[in-house]
C-alpha cells in the first residue's frame, strides 16, 4: 500500500504542475481514484491519502465495495456504461453518474430514485469524436435535449463528460477536450441561472494534462494510483 500512497503523491504534484502553468488552482482539479477491479484494501489506502472520490465501471462489484465500505465523506461515482435493468440501483447506491448516455437512461435514473436521497448529480456522455463504436449524445443532439432533461426530478445535471479516443501528442489531446470545454460554455449559456451546472470529467492517467489545460474539474485516475489491475 506504500506504493499507492507514493503514487497518490506523484499525481498530486503532475496535477499542480499542469493547473500552474495554464494559470488554474491547482485545488480545482478533482481527483476520482477509479478503482474497478481493485480490492477494500486498496480503496482504503487511497482514502487514508485524502481521496474521498471513487469510480466504479461494473455495478455488482461496486454494491458489494458501497455496502462493506461507508467511512465518512466518501462518495462513489458510476463511470461504466449504464443498462436500463441497472437504473435502479444505480440511482440509489451512487452520488454521481458520468455515463448517462442517452435520454431514456435520464427518465429512468429520474423516475427510480428514492426521493428520500439527495438529487443525483449526474454528467452527459458525449461522443466529441462521433466515434461509430461509442456510445454517448452527440454534439448537436445535446444541445436540444438539454431543457428537456433539466426538468426531470431526482437528477441534478452536473456537467459534461467524454472519451476521447487515443492521441499520441499534447496538442492533439488538447482538441477534443477543447470542443468539449466550448459546448459546455453554449450549454452553460442556455442554462443562464443553473449555476449546479459547473463540471468537465475529462482526463485520465495518460492525458490528464491536456484535459487540465482545456479546464477539467474532475479527472478520472486509475492506473497511476493503484497500479495495473490485477
Not at 2 to 23: M, V
Not at 219 to 229: L, S
Amino acid at each position: 500500500m506504500h506504493a499507492i500512497k507514493q503514487n497518490i503523491s506523484s499525481l498530486k504534484r503532475r496535477i499542480a504542475n499542469s493547473a500552474n502553468q495554464c494559470g488554474r488552482d491547482p485545488s480545482s482539479v478533482r481527483i476520482i481514484a477509479v478503482s474497478k477491479k481493485h480490492n477494500l484494501d486498496s480503496i482504503k489506502a487511497a482514502y487514508d491519502q485524502g481521496i474521498r472520490d471513487f469510480g466504479e465501471n461494473y455495478l455488482q462489484e461496486a454494491i458489494q465495495k458501497i455496502e462493506l465500505y461507508k467511512p465518512k465523506n466518501i462518495i462513489w461515482h458510476f463511470i461504466g456504461p449504464i443498462q436500463s435493468n441497472k437504473t435502479k440501483l444505480i440511482a440509489n447506491n451512487f452520488s454521481w453518474v458520468h455515463s448517462v448516455d442517452r435520454i431514456k437512461i435520464a427518465e429512468r435514473l429520474s423516475s427510480q430514485k428514492n426521493p428520500d436521497l439527495p438529487d443525483l448529480n449526474v454528467c452527459l456522455q458525449v461522443n466529441i469524436d462521433d466515434e461509430t463504436s461509442k456510445v454517448g449524445f452527440s454534439k448537436n443532439e445535446i444541445m436540444t435535449v438539454i431543457p428537456y432533461l433539466q426538468e426531470l426530478s431526482g437528477i441534478k445535471l452536473r456537467g459534461l463528460m467524454a472519451i476521447p479516443k487515443f492521441r499520441r501528442t499534447m496538442d492533439e489531446q488538447r482538441k477534443p477536450f477543447y470542443e468539449l470545454q466550448q459546448l459546455f460554455m453554449r450549454i452553460s449559456n442556455q442554462m443562464q441561472n443553473n449555476t449546479s451546472f459547473d463540471t468537465l470529467s475529462m482526463g485520465m492517467s495518460s492525458d490528464l494534462e491536456a484535459a487540465i489545460y482545456e479546464n477539467a474539474n474532475l479527472v478520472r485516475v486509475g492506473t497511476d494510483i493503484f497500479g495495473k489491475r490485477p
